[in-house]
């Protein structure tokens, strides 16, 4: 039932099949959300290497306003973050059911306010950076920390240097050449092709997510975000409905 299967993806009982699934969507999402996002605000909500960098740069050039506003986007996805851990953490303790769904339904109800507020939002400002920068960091922050805990760290969805680092890697080895005979099992190279597989699976929806979210800013603006945030909704949600054994 496909109630079964939406349910399975937040699951605490975790498979190799529903963290690629779990993770293919959100790479969707947060693909869509950073390169759609970027086309509205002028600024992506993910990258807090280049928000880093960029705080390094305009100190040493006197900028100190976008240095702050750089330092804010980082402490947004920081805060982000740290609410996951806050929410799935009390959740274990004290709630039974489903530990990862306040955090998944508080992303779904935050890309509701962007689509629905994001202009007016836009206008208010935190030294230079808008409340909608902020607002998209903070989510970027809350879903990059919900599916690593929910993949014990295997997956993130936000950024793709990591996967590309991993791919590289396992690449080295698929064309590694073992050239004695015989070679003894501590020093065989082999590809870890189920790992090649999955971060290549990553990319390509981060990318796709991009792309379709670049086109649904540019033509519907922050409404676009709005299918993302029901589809949220329905996945957080489907724990409560799925019948039980």
């Known amino acids: 039932m496909p109630i079964n299967y939406l349910a399975s993806l937040t699951a605490q009982e975790r498979s190799a099949r529903a963290n690629l699934h779990l993770g293919t969507s959100l790479a969707f999402v947060a693909g869509a959300l950073n390169a759609g996002g970027f086309l509205a605000i002028g600024q992506y909500t993910s990258h807090m290497t280049g928000m880093l960098s960029s705080a390094a740069d305009n100190l040493v050039l006197g900028h100190l306003p976008l240095v702050v506003t750089a330092f804010l986007s980082i402490l947004s996805f920081a805060l982000g973050a740290a609410s996951t851990a806050i929410m799935v953490n009390y959740a274990r303790r004290n709630l039974s059911g489903n530990p990862y769904m306040p955090a998944l339904l508080t992303e779904s109800v935050l890309l509701l ?17 808008s409340l909608t920068a902020a607002l998209l960091c903070y989510v970027m922050g809350l879903q990059n920390a919900l599916v690593t805990k929910i993949s014990n760290a295997e997956i993130r969805t936000t950024h793709v240097t990591g996967l590309f680092t991993d791919i590289g890697i396992e690449l080295g080895k698929l064309f590694y050449w073992n050239r004695e005979a015989g070679i003894e099992r501590d020093h065989f190279v082999a590809a870890n092709r189920t790992k090649l597989r999955v971060h290549l699976v990553l990319v390509a929806s981060f990318f796709v997510g991009g792309v379709l979210g670049a086109l649904g800013f540019k033509h519907l603006g922050f409404s676009a975000t709005i299918p993302l945030a029901i589809g949220l909704v329905i996945m957080s949600s489907a724990p409560i409905f799925k019948p039980q054994a």
Do not use: R
């Open 113 to 129: 306010v962007f689509g629905l507020m994001g202009a007016n939002l836009q206008m208010h400002e935190v030294v230079d950076l």
